[in-house]
């Protein structure tokens, strides 16, 4: 699980003090170990179990954490994903949510003020542009099939992305207002 304090990061203060924390619980006991200090923002989170790698999208500062798991303790690096380094919480892009693609490694960032998603090399940690979308991305995840399905919060569609030819499909679904909450 990942938290941060808008407060902490709108009353300014050192990176430090804006760091959101993760979680780490331990799935067999419930057990959970101190938060973790991770980045300004940290946000979504997507696991490379076999290098025992987490990744944590930092919206406020622009930057990937690369969390390692086998440290003792956890071992974290920043690495920057913007155009340029920012000072949190002045971002370009605002990633917010992460997901790695299976068949690749890559790590496709949805970022929320770009409306953008960008996507991660975690081996040399370069940076490409993937489609820009309508409105601002929020949630995504990789099918079974290898397709991103990235939730789009503004126009309430659920878009397709082929992550080979990076080409947007929406949308695959759209959420009209009087289907999102439904009572039976």
Known sequence: MSHYD???????????DMAGTVA?????????????????GAY???????????????????????????ASPPRVVLHDVGSAPITPPATVHE??????NPADGTLW?????SRTL????PADWSVTAGPTLSAGPHGSVFTPAGTLLVAVRESAELVEVDPVT??????ALRMEPGHLHQRS
Do not use: H, W, Y
């Open 6 to 16: 808008p407060r902490k990061v709108q009353s300014g203060g050192t990176l430090a």
């Open 24 to 40: 780490l619980v331990d799935a067999a006991t419930l057990a959970r170990a101190p938060l973790l200090p991770v980045c300004a």
């Open 44 to 70: 979504g989170m997507a696991l490379d179990e076999e290098r025992n790698i987490l990744f944590v999208a930092c919206a406020l500062a622009d930057q990937v954490a690369e969390v390692d798991l086998a």
């Open 95 to 100: 990633p917010m949510a992460l997901a790695r």
């Open 109 to 113: 960032l949805s970022c929320q003020r």
């Open 118 to 121: 960008r996507v991660v090399d």
């Open 166 to 171: 990076r080409q947007l499909r929406r949308p």
